[in-house]
């Protein structure tokens, strides 16, 4: 680009005037033509890795809370099901205004949850705004937008069952070629007792919400630690299976619902943009994971095209898996009413992935007068690099 201000360095200014405009703008986007069906909650559970029975046998859940206090008898999605509903992750409305050459990774999330639950047979609508944006100097790629977006999710009976408020990360991927932050990123090799390990600590964690069952979560302190969450390794399969998970992602799944939203004109490299018109005839020109702006999760090629050392995985995933990991420790009887975590670093292809998290209050909800802990977690590789890090609050069920 011509009009393009370059510093000394060689790093090249961010243009954001064409974001200006977008601010509080109510925003157009898609939505899924069908109502959530038994298999799409299955299919979310198994790409988000979370073998909790409660999101996946219809026996099991028959016997819940859910079912005894709401006669619903049938499977109800987790509460990180909600992103799943969304055309583009929640992110949508964070990724407005043009800027030439542009890239997004996911800076993180904050979610705010009201009560009414997923379940199949619901259809989800969405009020989408582009909150706000603040230009800031990272190490990764220069002048970076740290721009936030919210997505309001609406039951078809008119009830909001949450909002999320999400950052994208958005730079130009000719400075983070440039800066070159991952360059040296080497990839760990496993070996069989180490995977033998990993495997171990996946069943113990699992274990821990199979040992609470259908009970209450009681006797909770500050200071009580949750048990680690161990992921991975990744690998181009477990991205895969991650994002066909995502109900965007099948082929006529979804339509417009008319407005303006500029998500598919952002400035995309022309190799991460999508061929519309021949998607018309093969939708993979269009499906963002063989051709858009996907596609760098599992082609290394393209990842190290926008500046990551390899393939790598979803900011969505990292925020589900978070949200589920705070959901089975405390169980079916308690609700995550607040969450925000940010993102730091992305899970790569080799990488494990652990979260550990802590409770460190304990008050009384003000409007149910049952117990509130806020609890903080942190996800990070094998290597103790930061991933993720945040809090939340959780309503627990009165003794």
């Known amino acids: 680009m011509s009009d393009q201000k370059v510093r000394e360095d060689g790093i090249i200014e961010l243009d954001t005037q064409d974001v200006d405009h977008w601010i509080g703008k109510p925003l157009g986007g898609g939505i899924m033509k069908d109502p959530i069906q038994a298999n799409d909650i299955r299919r979310w559970a198994q790409g988000m890795q979370n073998p909790n029975p409660l999101y996946y046998d219809e026996a099991y859940a028959a016997s819940s809370v859910f079912a005894q206090k709401e006669e619903f008898k049938t499977l109800r999605a987790p509460q990180s099901f909600a992103v799943c509903t969304d055309t583009s992750h929640g992110a949508g409305p964070a990724i407005q205004g043009v800027i030439p050459g542009q890239h997004m990774i996911f800076g993180g999330d904050e979610w705010w949850f009201f009560g009414p639950a997923i379940y199949p047979g619901d259809k989800i609508s969405f009020d989408r705004?582009?909150?706000?944006?603040?230009?800031?100097?990272?190490?990764?790629?220069?002048?970076?937008?740290?721009?936030?977006?919210?997505?309001?999710?609406?039951?078809?009976?008119?009830?909001?069952?949450?909002?999320?408020?999400?950052?994208?990360?958005?730079?130009?991927?000719?400075?983070?070629?440039?800066?070159?932050?991952?360059?040296?990123?080497?990839?760990?090799?496993?070996?069989?007792?180490?995977?033998?390990?990993?495997?171990?600590?996946?069943?113990?964690?699992?274990?821990?919400?199979y040992d609470l069952g259908h009970d209450r979560r009681l006797f909770v302190e500050v200071g009580e630690k949750l048990a680690t969450r161990p992921l991975g390794p990744h690998t181009i399969a477990s991205f895969t299976t991650e994002w066909r998970s995502y109900l965007m992602t099948i082929w006529g799944a979804s339509r417009e619902t008319g407005g303006e939203s500029s998500t598919l004109d952002a400035g995309w490299l022309p190799e991460m943009s999508r061929d519309t018109e021949a998607a018309k005839i093969d939708p993979g020109q269009g499906d963002g994971l063989y051709k858009g702006p996907s596609r760098g999760h599992v082609q290394e090629e393209f990842a190290q095209l926008i500046g990551m050392p390899r393939e790598y995985g979803y900011g969505a995933s990292m925020g589900?898996?978070?949200?589920?990991?705070?959901?089975?420790?405390?169980?079916?009887?308690?609700?995550?009413?607040?969450?925000?975590?940010?993102?730091?670093?992305?899970?790569?292809?080799n990488d494990a992935t652990f979260?550990?998290?802590?409770?460190?209050d304990l008050s009384e909800d003000p409007a149910t007068g049952q117990p509130l802990a806020t609890v903080k977690a942190v996800m990070t590789n094998q290597d103790g690099d930061v991933m993720a890090q945040g809090q939340a609050e959780i309503l627990l069920p009165s003794p």
């Open 129 to 209: 705004m582009l909150y706000d944006y603040k230009v800031s100097e990272t190490k990764f790629a220069g002048p970076t937008m740290f721009s936030r977006g919210d997505t309001t999710y609406i039951k078809q009976t008119g009830d909001v069952v949450c909002k999320q408020r999400s950052t994208s990360v958005r730079y130009l991927a000719e400075n983070a070629l440039k800066k070159g932050l991952f360059a040296n990123a080497k990839k760990k090799q496993w070996t069989e007792q180490e995977l033998e390990e990993l495997e171990k600590q996946k069943m113990d964690y699992y274990q821990s919400f």
């Open 320 to 349: 589900a898996w978070i949200i589920d990991y705070l959901s089975n420790w405390a169980g079916e009887w308690s609700f995550i009413v607040h969450s925000n975590f940010s993102y730091r670093a992305p899970a790569l292809t």
């Open 355 to 360: 979260l550990n998290g802590e409770v460190i």
